[in-house]
Structure formats: C-alpha cells, structure tokens
C-alpha cells in the first residue's frame, strides 16, 4: 500500500505544570496526534535529527563545526 507522510516538528523540551512533569510530555504528544488524527492522519513514528549550521567563512576556513541541534519529529501518514 501506498502513504502519504506529514511531518510535525516538536520543540526539544516541553514546559509543563507543577506536579504534572511524569504525564506532561505524554500529554503534549497525544494532544497532537489527536489533532492531525481528526483529519485522518494516523500515527506513524516519533524521530530525533540532528542538525548543524555552516559555520561561517572564517571558521569554516579554519575546520571549526558548526554545533549540532537536535530537532524532533512526529511523523504521520495516511493511505495515497
């Protein structure tokens, strides 16, 4: 079978309430994969990704690295 894919971006970290911080990033995930399932988009798959900037010229002349950043994504996908 054929899938369609969305993406959602989600921060690194996530602020929650006094006394919630062991359900409060289980909450934030299910509150959005109960959104983009209303517009049946079924679960997929949850990735971590590294990403580095291109230091600048000098630097880059020089062998430095950009820092890497890590991103997370909630990956979605539904029948083509």
Do not use: H
Not at 24 to 48: C, H, M, P, T
């Amino acid at each position: 079978m054929n899938y369609t894919y969305k993406m959602v971006q989600i921060p690194p970290s996530v602020e929650v309430k006094k006394g919630e911080s062991n359900t409060g990033a289980a909450a934030y995930l299910q509150s959005i994969v109960n959104r983009e399932a209303k517009q049946d988009w079924e679960f997929y798959r949850v990735d971590e990704i590294g990403v580095s900037e291109n230091p600048g010229c000098l630097s880059g002349f020089l062998g430095a690295r950009g820092p890497i950043q890590l991103y997370y994504v909630v990956t979605f996908r539904k029948p083509a």
